[in-house]
């Protein structure tokens, strides 16, 4: 793969196939400045704003996601910079032959994190800041002169000025988002996620047909995602009563309701919107439509309520319906599969199994929708580091891990306040589940006996189901003990339940959160790893597993933040 006219090393961008950081002895000899030996290098690659011919028509709304494009685009033409924090210069046999990175670099600056309380925002963050030395006057011109926004940055670190440059380490790859020139050129960089900041949902044309008529000219295509009950569609025709629930290929249609009243399947499904279109549906029925045009279902005659249905969502590459499956899925309607970490999806697969559902009526963009699936299991989503884009939850801290003791660790380890929402312990979670996604109030649902038992009238007016689980004995220790509520997208409640058990374990009495200053060893650990801290104080004597919910960078400094 090359970028520009230079090939970036043997390995694609965003392909975990980088040397594996050092060990942590390597690490570890080099944790104090006066005799470290380490060498940081600085790889950016801006735009030179040439113009590039384009041999194809513009996107346009209405026929393609936002986001996705339907033919390749030729890239701008790129140039290279290479730093380093001193002059190196790699070997004529290595990975980059003969490429000298000028010492112009300062200790590169990051922080990165993953939130410890559920419902706090996007769930992994890389931000940072690179200075390079311009007292030359250099790069007083590069600013104005080429663009550093979405184009590849990555600092890597070789543990000694002897090793290879095939030897080193990526400690943090992202995108640049600006830059501007003093007496040194800055660089802000961020995490490959906001490039994800763009629209997930096309628009409706409003030109008839699939496009939808005028009146739904401007307004999102819905989306659907896993087991989503009591949808409202968007009636893309009215004369044929046709309804739209999902922009692409969908799993099925499970049943169809007027009023919270079910209606008789005819037993036709199409595959088109054509020939849906060219169907007959009798009186008081249904018929599916499940095509790669989109998906939702017809009525054989004028409904005189409220529609709604029960769908199972995407299936464009295979259905999924968990948590991990789910946000893979939103994440690849603006990314290749290549961008990524796909042993993390299928781990969270198995310890977060349940079926969920989520459907998208209203715009937000692609990282929004990741996120609110991602708080909905108190897991996240991100990149958390490597440049590729991984899925996690935050668990209680278990043995094993690397170790940090006295001589990794560089200053007084500092415990830290733990968050409001989760201090001093939770006593209560409640979880909602199986989400009703249009809630019916009064008339708006169909009277006795269309729908019979009170319990069924109240699903559909209600938004969601209650779980929760106490302990009524952290009060008594703690009165100032909070409760926890959370919205789940659990179909299931024993799924729910599970949920509000780990948190009640995850958030028990006695966690504590710190701040452990080590050197380079603290680029080995990932975020969400178990490390083990020995320390003479804070309850850290005798060792204490705890997890790594934050880096932060500088240089050969690092600061890990710690909760457990």
């Given at each position: ?109 990051f922080d990165r994190s993953i939130p410890i309380v559920p419902g706090s925002g996007r769930a992994a963050v890389s931000i940072g800041e690179l200075i390079g030395v311009n007292a030359d006057g250099a790069y007083d011109t590069y600013p104005d002169a080429y ?87 968007d009636l893309i025709n009215s004369s044929l009563l046709i309804y739209r629930g999902h922009d692409r290929l969908a799993q099925a249609v499970d049943a169809v309701y007027i009023s919270g009243v079910p209606l008789t399947w005819d037993g036709a499904t199409y ?197 929760a689980v106490a302990l009524i004995e952290r009060q008594v220790r703690n009165q100032l003990a909070k409760p926890l509520v959370i919205e789940s997208l659990f179909d299931a409640e024993a799924d729910a339940t599970a949920l509000c058990n780990n948190l009640l ?60």
């Amino acid at each position: 793969m090359t970028w520009g006219t230079s090939s970036w090393g043997t390995t694609p961008w965003g392909v975990r196939g980088f040397a594996a950081l050092p060990s942590p002895a390597a690490f570890t000899a080099a944790t104090q400045d006066s005799e470290c030996d380490a060498v940081f290098l600085v790889e950016m690659l801006p735009r030179t704003g040439a113009t590039a011919t384009v041999a194809y028509k513009p996107l346009t709304w209405g026929t393609y996601a936002w986001g996705t494009l339907p033919y390749s685009l030729p890239a701008d033409p790129s140039i290279r910079i290479d730093w380093s924090d001193r002059d190196w210069t790699s070997r004529p046999d290595d990975t980059r032959a003969n490429i000298h990175f000028e010492g112009r670099a300062e200790a590169p600056q990051f922080d990165r994190s993953i939130p410890i309380v559920p419902g706090s925002g996007r769930a992994a963050v890389s931000i940072g800041e690179l200075i390079g030395v311009n007292a030359d006057g250099a790069y007083d011109t590069y600013p104005d002169a080429y663009a550093v926004d979405a184009t590849p940055v990555r600092v890597l670190a070789l543990p000694k000025r002897s090793s290879l440059y095939s030897e080193a380490a990526v400690v943090f790859s992202g995108q640049g988002l600006d830059w501007w020139a003093d007496s040194s050129l800055h660089v802000r960089m961020r995490d490959s996620g906001y490039l994800l900041d763009v629209p997930l949902c096309a628009l409706y044309g409003g030109t008839g047909g699939i496009d939808g008529g005028t009146e739904l000219a401007g307004k999102v295509i819905r989306q659907t995602y896993g087991l989503c009950r009591n949808i409202t569609g968007d009636l893309i025709n009215s004369s044929l009563l046709i309804y739209r629930g999902h922009d692409r290929l969908a799993q099925a249609v499970d049943a169809v309701y007027i009023s919270g009243v079910p209606l008789t399947w005819d037993g036709a499904t199409y595959s088109s919107y054509a020939a849906l279109a060219a169907a007959s549906v009798p009186s008081g029925q249904y018929t599916k439509w499940l095509g790669s045009d989109g998906s939702g279902w017809r009525l054989g005659s004028s409904p005189g309520g409220t529609v709604t249905a029960d769908v199972r969502g995407d299936a464009v590459g295979g259905y999924v319906s968990d948590t991990a499956g789910v946000i893979r899925r939103l994440l690849e309607r603006g990314v290749s599969t290549a961008s990524l970490a796909l042993s993390s999806f299928a781990s969270m697969a198995s310890y977060l199994p349940g079926t969920i559902g989520y459907h998208v009526s209203s715009q937000r963009n692609i990282s929004a929708a990741a996120t609110e699936v991602a708080i909905a299991a108190a897991a996240w989503w991100g990149d958390a580091g490597d440049g590729l884009f991984s899925v996690g939850r935050l668990a209680a801290p278990v043995g094993g891990g690397l170790a940090f003791g006295p001589e990794q660790i560089v200053d007084e380890v500092e415990p830290m306040a733990l968050p409001d929402d989760i201090a001093p312990c939770i006593w209560r979670v409640d979880a909602g589940y199986r989400r009703n996604w249009t809630p019916l109030q009064g008339t708006d649902i169909a009277p006795v006996p269309s729908v019979p038992t009170e319990q069924r009238r109240q699903e559909l007016a209600a938004q969601s189901r209650r779980s929760a689980v106490a302990l009524i004995e952290r009060q008594v220790r703690n009165q100032l003990a909070k409760p926890l509520v959370i919205e789940s997208l659990f179909d299931a409640e024993a799924d729910a339940t599970a949920l509000c058990n780990n948190l009640l374990t995850l958030y028990q009495q006695g966690r504590r959160y710190y701040r452990v200053p080590v050197g380079m060893s603290g680029y080995l650990p990932r975020l969400g790893d178990t490390i083990s801290v020995t320390w003479p104080r804070w309850g850290l004597a005798g060792g204490k597993s705890l997890r790594v919910v934050g880096q932060r960078a500088q240089g050969r400094k690092v600061d890990l933040l710690c909760f457990g």
